[in-house]
């Protein structure tokens, strides 16, 4: 049991999170194509960036080998969607996309100083752990907020089941290894992620899909329309560790 929960499981976390990293590469190869955002919001790319990036950092100061590979990806993949809506983006959305970038960027500095001349390892650890939860924490407002629209328009063709049965399914593998390895960041972030993807199914249950103007098409990878665009990338940086996801 405690090889199934401490290395089965989190490879397969990282496997399953790793495809769903794959899954918004069409959509932004058709967004460089056309040149243009459209109805796409490009703001979840750069909190993808830094959503990643804190969990790696938290992997190598826990010296842990599982939570380091879904969220390189999710690094490297947010960082090409970044450079890719950055170029499609008008200047004000540019802008915000630079501010976030440049703010997350002395966030991570910020921390790392403190935690190689004012901090033992494990404090260190701690404060990584900290920070990676709490963004993630934010950005679940994402699809947090998508829900609201649904309930208030009565539909909820923004959100794509196969996405959210997938999201629930990595958060409950993290969340076994979290506690397999009694790691308070690992689990609880996850137990979060998959209470939020229980909830959207049983919202598409619910209200079902009614095609709109602009959310006719939920359903596609990462991008259609700005609902859909947020909840697919929001699952994406559940990656954190949700590397896990």
């Not at 938290?58 to 390189?72: D, H, K, L, S």
């Not at 970044?82 to 200047?91: E, L, R, S, W």
């Not at 397999?180 to 909830?199: C, E, Q, R, T």
């Amino acid at each position: 049991m405690g090889v199934f929960t401490e290395h089965v499981v989190p490879t397969f976390g990282n496997i399953l999170a790793c495809a769903m990293l794959v899954s918004p590469f069409p959509a932004v190869l058709r967004l460089r194509a056309a040149g243009k955002l459209g109805d796409t919001n490009p703001l979840p790319y750069p909190m993808t960036v830094v959503n990643a990036a804190g969990w790696v950092a938290y992997g190598f100061t826990i010296a842990n080998a599982y939570v380091i590979p879904a969220n390189a990806v999710g690094f490297l993949a947010g960082v090409f969607f970044t450079f890719t809506a950055y170029g499609c983006a008008p200047k004000q959305v540019q802008d915000r996309i630079a501010a976030i970038m440049v703010a997350a960027s002395a966030h991570i500095i910020m921390l790392g100083l403190i935690g190689c001349f004012a901090l033992s390892r494990e404090a260190a650890a701690r404060m990584w752990g900290t920070s990676a939860v709490v963004i993630l924490m934010i950005y679940y407002f994402v699809p947090l907020s998508t829900m609201v629209h649904i309930v208030r328009t009565r539909n909820a063709a923004s959100i794509y089941p196969p996405l959210a049965a997938t999201a629930i399914a990595n958060g409950l593998m993290w969340s076994v290894y979290g506690f397999a390895v009694m790691d308070i960041n690992l689990w609880l972030p996850n137990v979060f992620g998959s209470i939020i993807g229980v909830v959207q199914l049983l919202l598409r249950l619910m209200y079902g899909a009614k095609p709109t103007a602009a959310a006719g098409n939920g359903a596609s990878a990462l991008g259609t329309g700005a609902a859909a665009h947020d909840e697919e990338s929001a699952a994406f940086a559940k990656t954190g560790v949700d590397p896990s996801g």
